[in-house]
Every structure is written in C-alpha cells, then in structure tokens.
C-alpha cells in the first residue's frame, strides 16, 4: 500500500470541516491541469472507498475517542521537527523557538506527547512545511494538482515530500534507516496516516450534498495553504487574490449549480419515498 495515499485524504476532509463556517470561496479560474486533475481525482476517491476509508473505520471500532486522541497527540508531536526546521528555514526564529518548546513539554511533561500539555499552556502549535518555507521567499504556488495516492497539491507544494520526507520527517527517516521483516519498518507511518484518516470519517458529513466536490476540495486546498503561509492572518488583498477578485460571475453560476444540484436529489428522493416529500 503506498503509504502517502492515506495522508491524501484525510487533508482534505479535515479541510470541509474547517471552512464549513466560512463563506463560499469563489472558484479559481486558473486551473491548466483541471482535465488530468480530475482523473486523478476520481482515482483517489475510488482507492479510497475501497481500501483506506475501510481501515480506518476498522480502526474507530477498536479505539475509543480518548485513545484516538492520545494517539493523535503521540504522532503530532513526533512530526514536530518539520516545522521546527521549516521556521528555521524561513528565518523565523522566534517560531522555531516556539515549536521546539511545544515539543520538550509534551515530549517530558506530556509523557512523549501522548498528552499535550503545551496548548493547556497557551503554546498553540503552528505547523509548517517546506511549501510554505518556499512561499515565504516568494515563490509562487503554480497550478493547482492532484497527484494519484497523494491527492492535493501544487507545483510549489509539491516539493515537500522531498525534502520534508528525506530530511526532517521522523517516521520516514526511521524507515529508511531500518530494514525488518515484511518491510515492518513502515508501520509507524501507517499507523500515522490510519490515524489521520480516522479523524476525518467525522466530518464526512460535511461533504453531502456538494455539488462538485472537486471545485469544493480544491479551492478549500489554496484556502488553507494560505492561511498557513500567514499564520492565520492573510492580507485582505491575498484573500481577494486567491478568490480570484471581485467579479461575482463564477460564484454566481456556481452556487445556481448547487441549487439546481439540490433540487435534483430532492426530486431523486421523493421519489425513492413514492412521491412524499423528504421529512426534515
């Protein structure tokens, strides 16, 4: 199983149930790779209802909630030193210093992190990656993709699975440097990935109804990836950016494609009901 595939959605599940309270974005109009994207896509969506998303409800039905959530903590704090070495990167030291003492409390205190004692505190983790260290020295994001087994990216972002995953992710350094039966050197990583997995069946919910999902996933990628770049406080000027401006066209057809969307499972549903109007 190729290990990246989990990761790739999780991300953006997670990412419906942060903007569910957001504003519909407007869609993007720049989006060359739209054609392959979209295959890539439905490869993606399939492989996982086929064969990650069943892990990880194997996985909720031998876990409670406290459990998950201390395993949640224990890797989060494992995958620590790649925002450490990121704010590094960007120069931003303060940053770093924040993060590496997020990471000695939870580390000691935390008991290895399974507890996260550094939020109790008011040390808020902030993390980063080797995109965003590529976008703080101006380097622009580039087209919107969807690669296969790894789900949304940039041309930009995409070059953080290799330097984050050979130089500073601890779980993959792990694995290359071990060599065990059955290649057990990777469970680690997948335990991880089960994990993330798992804590995005509930915010599935999220998702019904949507008219294209594909539009919803990716504009909601770029929206977070922006807030990442400026810790939560992108310019008004950039959101606008990202939205693509002012001009209300797109957002206009869009959302009358989701009305009539919704009509037609309305009518879909009345008549599975034998004509009776779905009780709400």
């Not at 979209?38 to 399939?46: G, I, L, Q, S, V």
Request: hydrophobic share 40%; charged share 20%; net charge neutral.
């Amino acid at each position: 199983m190729p290990l990246p595939l989990l990761r790739s959605f999780a991300i953006p599940v997670l990412l419906a149930a942060l903007l569910a309270g957001c504003a519909t974005p407007m869609p993007r109009k720049d989006d060359p790779l739209e054609s392959f994207n979209r295959k890539m896509y439905a490869f993606n969506d399939f492989a996982d209802r086929v064969a990650i998303r069943p892990v990880a409800v194997a996985y909720r039905k031998v876990t409670n909630p406290t459990s998950r959530t201390l395993i949640s903590n224990f890797f989060a704090n494992i995958e620590s030193p790649i925002t450490i070495a990121n704010d590094l990167l960007q120069a931003n030291v303060p940053q770093a210093a924040k993060a590496t003492g997020r990471l000695a409390i939870n580390t000691t205190v935390g008991v290895l992190g399974f507890f996260d004692p550094a939020s109790e505190m008011g040390i808020e983790a902030s993390p980063s990656d080797f995109g965003v260290t590529l976008a703080k020295w101006g380097v622009p994001d580039g087209p919107y993709l969807v690669l296969p087994l790894y789900g949304s990216t940039t041309l930009r972002d995409v070059w953080r699975l290799p330097v984050d995953g050979y130089f500073f992710d601890p779980l993959n350094i792990y694995a290359r440097n071990h060599s065990k039966p059955l290649h057990s050197e990777y469970l680690p990583t997948v335990a991880y990935l089960v994990t993330l997995r798992s804590s995005a069946i509930d915010a599935e919910g999220l998702l019904e109804g949507v008219y294209d999902p594909y539009i919803f996933y990716r504009d909601a990628y770029r929206q977070r990836r922006l807030y990442q770049i400026y810790r939560g406080e992108p310019p008004l000027s950039v959101i606008q950016s990202l939205q693509g401006g002012n001009d209300l066209d797109d957002a206009d057809k869009l959302l009358q494609q989701q009305e009539d969307y919704e009509k037609q499972q309305k009518h879909k549903q009345s008549n599975q009901n034998g004509g009776t109007p779905p009780q709400h």
